[in-house]
Nanobody, 114 residues
Framework: QVQLLESGGGLVQPGGSLRLSCAVSGSSISLNTMGWSRQAPGKERELVARIKPNGITNYADSVKGRFTISRDRVKNTVDLQMNSLKPEDTAVYYC????????WGQGTQVTVSS
């Protein structure tokens, strides 16, 4: 059974940074597309970033140049480094596994506010 456990969310001021981490059990991140999605209040879920088994990464236009997705194959974890955070980045962030995002974690809240 695939389980995804996110950590690292919190409250940060605009311009600040946060690093989210996703611990994966039940599957290898090396064999699956891993991603981070988010959902803000009243908005649809949005794919933020993903990394494919071959290492190719994709980002939403809204986070390009600010967010970086990475993986640690030994620890079987996937991280999302978020820099230059904006209030509009406020959302619940979810770790996903699978090309079709078949598996989701429970999410971690990120709030960007002064």
């Amino acid at each position: 059974q695939v389980q995804l456990l996110e950590s690292g969310g919190g409250l940060v001021q605009p311009g600040g940074s946060l690093r989210l981490s996703c611990a994966v059990s039940g599957s290898s991140i090396s064999l699956n597309t891993m991603g981070w999605s988010r959902q803000a209040p009243g908005k649809e879920r949005e794919l933020v970033a993903r990394i494919k088994p071959n290492g190719i990464t994709n980002y939403a236009d809204s986070v390009k140049g600010r967010f970086t997705i990475s993986r640690d194959r030994v620890k079987n974890t996937v991280d999302l480094q978020m820099n230059s955070l904006k209030p509009e980045d406020t959302a619940v962030y979810y770790c996903t596994s699978g090309a079709g995002a078949q598996y989701w974690g429970q999410g971690t809240q990120v709030t960007v506010s002064s």
